[in-house]
């Protein structure tokens, strides 16, 4: 169904997580799929919001 090269895929993952519900496992189980997939995380950026906003969620 999809082609995979070689070299492996690459990534930047973007984690954001509302001041609430501030949980670090949720950031480890999100790093955990990302290299089961066979995906190499380059970098790990993390942001935090107060509330989630309708427009993007």
Known sequence: MFDR???????VLVHIYFTQDKDMEDLQEFESLV???????????TGSRKAPHPKYL
């Open 5 to 11: 090269y070689d070299a492996g895929e690459q990534a």
């Open 35 to 45: 290299s089961s997939a066979g995906v190499e995380a380059l970098q790990v950026i």
